[in-house]
């Protein structure tokens, strides 16, 4: 069956995402899952980091699906959740707005120059037995590693290398964070994906994971964080001294909106 699909692309620092409004309930999630790996592709789709899916919620403003390109499922993406609050404030007008995941419940607030996301408290500090890094859980896994320069690591190769060790194994799959302090309350940050399985522009959870390690390994002194990635955009991250309240603001920038039609086996 030909089925057409609506969307809208926006950018969050250079993390792209494909987002679809279905509080109709117009499809199942097996139904997202099968058509983002094409939907995704940047040479015959349309060409995201993810595909969000605005659902209905008994208790919020909304339930966010998060799929990778690769159809699977994800917790949580602090730039999609941003973008996904920026989207769901252009079709109802709210700027205060609260919703639900996998992963726990965001607060996102829209501001002039973006959104500012309220993240869930990060978890599980790990030491994963690697020279100058740490793991812990801010909504998705994310292993961080501290290098002298981010500008000259091969991302690709050693994050996936990284991405399927034994110890990423053993916490069902990390995104790796390359991590250099460019100052007392900056970072630079690189991020490999899993599910993109390549390197992305930006990455909203890495992005926290990457200043609060920072700061929780002494390398870094103030916060607000400013956190510069791989596009040259910067994220602020702000949280308390216990690691708790923690807040992603930058850009969420519309960029436009299309139909797209898909052969759907059902």
């Known amino acids: 069956m030909n089925t057409p699909i609506d969307f809208v692309k926006y950018s969050g620092a250079g993390n792209d995402f494909i987002l679809v409004d279905d509080r109709s309930l117009n499809h199942p999630d097996a139904v997202y899952s ?20 605005i659902r209905p919620s008994e208790k919020y403003d909304f339930t966010m699906l998060y799929f990778n390109p690769d159809g699977s499922r994800a917790g949580m993406c602090g730039n999609g959740g941003r973008c996904i609050s920026a989207y769901f404030s252009r079709l109802t007008g709210k700027t205060e707005i609260r919703f639900e995941t996998l992963s726990g419940v965001y607060f996102a607030v829209i ?16 030491d994963p037995g690697l020279d100058s890094s740490l793991y812990l ?10 290098k ?10 050693e994050g996936r290398k990284l991405r399927f060790s034994a110890f990423a194994d053993s916490k069902k799959g990390v995104n ?6 460019t100052g007392p309350d900056s970072i630079k940050i690189r991020t490999y994906e899993k599910g993109v399985e390549a ?5 909203g959870t890495g992005t926290v994971a990457g200043a609060i390690a920072a700061f929780r390994a002494g390398l870094i002194s103030s916060q607000p964080v400013q956190v510069t990635v791989r ?4 994220l602020t991250v702000g949280f308390s001294p216990e690691f708790k309240n923690v807040v992603l603001s930058g850009s969420a920038e519309f960029i436009y909106s299309g139909t797209m ?3 759907i086996h059902r």
Do not use: W, Y
């Open 34 to 53: 099968e058509i983002c790996p094409k939907f995704c592709d940047r040479h015959f789709g349309v060409g995201s980091d993810g595909l969000m899916v």
């Open 111 to 126: 501001q002039q120059d973006g959104v500012a996301l309220t993240m869930i408290d990060p978890f599980d500090f790990t």
């Open 137 to 146: 859980n801010t909504g998705t896994q994310h292993l961080v590693v501290f």
């Open 148 to 157: 002298p320069s981010v500008d000259l690591v091969p991302v690709d190769q």
């Open 176 to 181: 790796v964070n390359f991590v250099e302090i």
């Open 199 to 203: 390197e992305t522009l930006a990455c």
């Open 231 to 234: 596009s040259g955009k910067v």
């Open 261 to 263: 039609s898909f052969q």
